[in-house]
C-alpha cells in the first residue's frame, strides 16, 4: 500500500477557526471589513509589539505591492531586491513598471549580502540612478543580517521593504522579523506557517501609513458621500472569513514555532554525523529562526536531485530552494550584482519535509528513507 503523502509544508488549524468563522456568518460580516480582521490585526499588533500597526490584506504580494506604492516606487525607479527569494518578492517592483536590480545572498544567514548591497547602491547612484527602496528578504524564516543591512540603508537613506512572509515570529537579538524597516509584509498563504487560506498582511511602524495601507486597499475612496477618487486605489483588503480563520491560527502562533523548531531540531540529529549534508542553521545566538523550512546543502547538485526523487517514490515531498531571480527567464535581463552564492545553494540545496503537523511516525518514515539513501553511497 502507498502510505499517505507527506507534505513539505500545510495548514495545520488550532482548533476555533471555525468558531470565528462561524461568527461571521452568524452576524452576517460576510465581507472584506468586519470584527474579524480587526481582531486579527489587534492580536498581531499585540504579538509583533506596540509600535506596529498592521493592515491586513488579501495577500501578502499585495501587501509588498503596497508597500512599494507607499514609499513612492513610481514607473522608472530602480528597486534592490535579493536575489534569491520567492518571485511574489519582485514582481510587484514590475507591476509598478520599476525596474528590480538583485543582490546575491551570503552563506550565513542566505540573505542579502551586505557587500553586494552596498556596491550595487554606490553604482546605481554613480550611473544616475538612486534605488528607491530595498526588499529584504528573511528566507524560510532565518533573519537576514539586520544590523548591517539597516546601516546602509540608513547611510544612504534608502527604506527597507522587508518580506517577513516566511519569518512570523523569528527574532533577530530579541527583536521580532517584521519590525526593522518603516514597511513589512507578511504572508498567510495555505503553506505558511500560519494561515488564512489566503491572505498577508502589511506591518507599518507608522499610524499613518497603516491608515494610508487600507484607504489604497479599499479603492482609495475619498471622504465624500458619492464615490469619488483623487488616487488609484486596490481592491486588497481581506476578508473577514478569512480573518476569522487568522484569529484561530494567532491562538496557536507560539506552539507552531515551536514545533516547527522542533522539526528542525529532528533534523539536526538525524545528521549529527553526517559529512555529506549541512542542516541550514541560524549563525549565532542573535539569530532565532522560526525554521519554517528545514533546508539542508548536498554536495553535489547530482546528490540533491537523487534524494528529491528518492523521497518522491515514498511519497515524501521535498523543493529544490528558491530559484535566484535573476536565473530566471522573466527576470534575466535586469542588473545583478554579486557572484555565485545564491546560484550554488539552489544547485545543491534541498528543503525536507516542515510541516508543524508532522506526527512520530511521519518522521520516523522521513528519518528511516533520508538513512537508506544516504546508506547507498557508504
Ligand atoms: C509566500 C511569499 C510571498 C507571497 O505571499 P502570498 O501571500 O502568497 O502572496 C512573498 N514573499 C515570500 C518570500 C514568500 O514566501
Known amino acids: 500500500m502507498n502510505p ?19 461568527e461571521a456568518f452568524d452576524t452576517n460580516w460576510v465581507a472584506p471589513l ?28 499585495a501587501a509588498l505591492h503596497l508597500g512599494l506604492v507607499l514609499l513612492g516606487v513610481q514607473a522608472g525607479d530602480e528597486v534592490i531586491c535579493q536575489s534569491m527569494t ?24 542566505w540573505n542579502l549580502c551586505p557587500v553586494a548591497l552596498e556596491e550595487a547602491i554606490v553604482d546605481r547612484i554613480a550611473k544616475g540612478k538612486k534605488p528607491k527602496a530595498i526588499i529584504a528578504v528573511h528566507l ?53 506557517i500560519i494561515t488564512t487560506s489566503g491572505g498577508g498582511a502589511l506591518v507599518c511602524q507608522h499610524k499613518e501609513y497603516k491608515e494610508k495601507t487600507v484607504f489604497f486597499a479599499t479603492q ?12 488609484i486605489g486596490y481592491n ?52 532565532y529562526s522560526n525554521h519554517w523550512l528545514s533546508a539542508i546543502v548536498l554536495s553535489s ?33 535586469y542588473p545583478y550584482y554579486g557572484s555565485t552564492v545564491a546560484e550554488d545553494l539552489f544547485k545543491n540545496g534541498l528543503c525536507l519535509p516542515s510541516g508543524s503537523n508532522l506526527n512520530e511516525e511521519d518522521k520516523v518514515r522521513v528519518a528511516k528513507n533520508i538513512k537508506a539513501f544516504f546508506a547507498t553511497f557508504e
Open 4 to 22: 499517505g503523502k507527506i507534505w513539505l509544508s500545510s495548514p495545520h488549524m488550532g482548533g476555533n477557526e471555525q468558531k470565528y468563522v462561524q
Open 34 to 61: 468586519g470584527p474579524n480582521v480587526n481582531g486579527l490585526e489587534q492580536d498581531l499588533e499585540a504579538y509583533l509589539g506596540e509600535k506596529s500597526y498592521v493592515a491586513a490584506l488579501s495577500s501578502g504580494t
Open 86 to 109: 520567492f518571485s511574489a518578492s519582485a514582481n510587484p517592483i514590475l507591476y509598478l513598471g520599476a525596474t528590480p536590480v538583485f543582490i546575491d545572498s551570503e552563506k550565513d544567514t
Open 140 to 192: 524560510y524564516g532565518m533573519p537576514f543580517k539586520v544590523d548591517e543591512v539597516m546601516s546602509i540603508s540608513k547611510k544612504y537613506d534608502i527604506p527597507v521593504l522587508e518580506d517577513s512572509a516566511e519569518a512570523l515570529g523569528s527574532t533577530y537579538k530579541g527583536q521580532k522579523c517584521g519590525t526593522f524597516g518603516p514597511l513589512a509584509a507578511l504572508s498567510f498563504n495555505g503553506n505558511k
Open 220 to 231: 482609495s475612496r475619498d471622504n465624500a458621500p458619492h464615490y469619488q477618487h483623487s488616487e
Open 236 to 287: 486588497y483588503r481581506m476578508s473577514n472569513i478569512c480573518a476569522g480563520i487568522g484569529r484561530g491560527q494567532m491562538e496557536v502562533i507560539d506552539v507552531r514555532v515551536s514545533q516547527r523548531r522542533g522539526m528542525n531540531a529532528f533534523y539536526q540529529a538525524l545528521f549529527k554525523e553526517s559529512n555529506e549534508v549541512q542542516l541550514f542553521m541560524e549563525p549565532t545566538a542573535d539569530y
Open 301 to 333: 547538485y547530482e546528490k540533491r536531485e537523487a534524494l528529491r526523487l528518492a523521497l518522491e517514490k515514498e511519497n515524501i515531498e521535498s523543493r529544490p530552494l528558491w530559484k535566484p531571480m535573476h536565473l530566471q527567464p522573466v527576470f534575466e535581463n
